[in-house]
């Protein structure tokens, strides 16, 4: 065995520790770890985990890629896109692609009795990725689109039904403008209600039969607006981007969910700035207590640097010998901070203790995002940066001598 590591480890388990001012010390030391590692975690875990779920659901609802025509540019009304030029079987055949699902959109107004409102009918079809929709569903069924029949059931978001006083079963109509005629009106009832906690989405947003959309535009039973398209983990869209936009062929273009929705993509991006300088912060604070807890070591342990460098030890070998004890007893600390980090998370996970106003978070609950391997890295970094600024304070141990160590009281 090392001979420092060796002699860290009998300092460190040595009953001479007990009951003195290095234990008081030691323990202070260990809790200024735990709390440093917790919020590390936590932050780290939080701030990856707001980003992945908000990301999440903006693609989830209008696709994490989209392929449409450039007549459309950004209206509301889906221009035709041009079909035969898009390779739908090579994006499907792509193996980070989950589902590819038809569209088109058409705005209109919604008027009942008591009010009416601007929305935009988003038109599905026998493609729609219902199980991927369910997690947005707060009440009713998703309906069932099929090419053979066209279908009055629409769902709404929770916030249009509230506004027209809709629920389940109700129905109303929805006026469609078109140019150089008189308006067009559609009945449809509500099967289902949705909530996004995206305000740009939920403000607008129902979901219809794309046919009524063909027709309103006098499209062909195969004429679309677009192409809905998923990636299998939205971690992977920015490498998936490129293969699909080469496939979007002529006269179209494809565009990213995180594009669509830039301003909520640019506040995400400060969650990168706040993770940083809180762990920054963190590490500081640690950094601070080991050093302090090393300097209490070193004169509370005097003699014993006299004793060692008495029998021939050197300067190298004694700040070795006190940088693994420090570090040693940063162990149990790191291990208590990591285990009540983790339960804390989980907690937030599965019974999400902790609310969020989705206004201004997008998010109901505060998302939490548990991965090992960056708990590991934080642990093994904030080993390896106390084990650096350990370096300078350790260089007390050069300017002592033996005798006087020795005879240090």
């Not at 490498?239 to 699909?244: Q, S, Y």
């Not at 004890?325 to 291990?335: A, K, Q, V």
Request: aromatic share 10%.
């Amino acid at each position: 065995m090392n001979f420092t590591w060796f002699i860290s480890k009998k300092i460190a388990l040595s009953k001479s520790n007990k009951n003195n001012l290095s234990q008081t010390i030691i323990r202070i030391g260990q809790t200024a770890i735990a709390i440093g590692i917790i919020v590390s975690v936590i932050t780290m875990a939080i701030g990856f985990g707001s980003k992945k779920a908000i990301k999440q659901k903006m693609a989830d609802f209008n696709g994490h890629v989209t392929i449409r025509s450039f007549d459309s540019n950004n209206s509301f009304n889906s221009s035709k896109l041009n079909k035969s030029n898009v390779l739908l079987q090579k994006i499907k055949e792509d193996p980070d692609v989950s589902n590819v699902q038809a569209y088109a959109t058409r705005s209109g107004v919604i008027r009942t009795e008591s009010s009416f409102a601007g929305v935009i009918l988003k038109g599905v079809s026998d493609d729609f990725d219902r199980n991927r929709f369910k997690e947005f569903m707060i009440k009713g069924d998703i309906p069932n689109y099929s090419k053979d029949s066209i279908s009055n059931d629409v769902i709404l978001s929770e916030k249009i039904a509230k506004e027209m006083k809709l629920d389940i079963d109700s129905s109303f109509v929805m006026f469609f403008v078109r140019e150089n005629t008189t308006p067009i009106y559609r009945r449809f009832i509500v099967k289902g209600i949705f909530r996004t906690d995206i305000k740009q989405i939920d403000d607008v947003f129902l979901i219809g039969d794309i046919q009524h959309i063909q027709k309103l535009n006098h499209w062909n039973p195969e004429d679309i607006g677009g192409y809905d398209i998923f990636t299998k983990d939205i971690e992977d869209l920015d490498h998936v981007f490129p293969e699909i936009e080469e496939c979007a062929g002529f006269n179209n273009y494809a565009e990213k969910a995180t594009t669509t929705f830039s301003q909520i993509n640019d506040w995400i991006r400060i969650f990168d700035t706040n993770i940083f300088i809180i762990m920054s912060i963190m590490m500081i604070v640690v950094g601070i207590n080991i050093i302090m807890v090393l300097l209490i070591l070193i004169i509370e342990r005097t003699n014993s640097i006299g004793m060692l460098k008495t029998l021939g030890a050197s300067n190298k070998q004694i700040r070795s010998i006190f940088i693994n004890y420090t570090l040693f007893i940063m162990i149990p600390g790191l291990l208590i901070g990591n285990c009540i980090a983790i339960a804390l998370l989980y907690i937030q996970k599965y019974f999400g203790v902790v609310k969020l106003d989705p206004d201004n978070y997008y998010v109901s609950s505060v998302p939490v995002y548990i991965n090992f391997s960056y708990i590991f890295l934080i642990s093994l970094a904030t080993l390896v940066i106390s084990g650096v600024v350990l370096l300078l304070p350790s260089f007390i141990i050069s300017k002592m001598t033996p005798i006087r160590s020795i005879k240090f009281q």
